[in-house]
């Protein structure tokens, strides 16, 4: 699999939240951060989406409908692993101590955190 750039990602999140085809105007009507980018650009990312496998272009009608060949959840699999190798010697172990270090967790999401743990480890996770 290959990594999404910045605006790559961005669209398959709107194609991701959509949970159904959409067209590049949908998309260009949902993105986030980059509101106001043509729709030429739009339509040339969604074109190098489809040429890396990541998205299905529908083009049996007069629109064009994009759908998400490659699931988000495989996809944040994918860049937590990455994460993992390139910064934290494949150990979550070494980047839970880091964003502890850091103080990136609020008390609630210690306690929250605590309640996971303890779950996967009664073994009532399903």
């Known amino acids: 699999m290959k990594k999404l750039g910045d605006a790559e990602l961005e669209?398959?999140?709107?194609?991701?939240?959509?949970?159904?085809?959409?067209?590049?105007?949908?998309?260009?009507?949902?993105?986030?951060?980059?509101?106001?980018?043509?729709?030429?650009?739009?339509?040339?990312?969604?074109a190098t989406l489809v040429k890396k496998g990541f998205v299905y272009c529908d083009r049996t009608t007069r629109t064009n409908y994009y759908s998400a060949v490659i699931e988000k959840q495989k996809y944040q699999k994918f860049e937590n692993d990455n994460?993992?190798?390139?910064?934290?010697?494949?150990?979550?172990?070494?980047?839970?101590?880091?964003?502890?270090?850091?103080?990136?967790?609020?008390?609630?999401?210690i306690e929250e955190l605590k309640g996971v743990l303890e779950k996967y480890n009664d073994g009532t996770n399903n």
């Not at 986030?32 to 030429?40: H, Q």
């Not at 010697?89 to 502890?100: E, H, R």
Request: net charge positive; glycine share 2%; hydrophobic share 40%.
């Open 11 to 46: 669209i398959m999140q709107v194609i991701w939240e959509a949970e159904q085809p959409v067209t590049s105007k949908y998309v260009q009507q949902h993105l986030k951060t980059r509101s106001g980018l043509p729709l030429s650009s739009i339509m040339a990312t969604l």
């Open 83 to 109: 994460l993992l190798s390139r910064l934290y010697d494949n150990s979550w172990k070494n980047l839970m101590v880091n964003l502890f270090q850091e103080k990136v967790f609020s008390k609630e999401d």
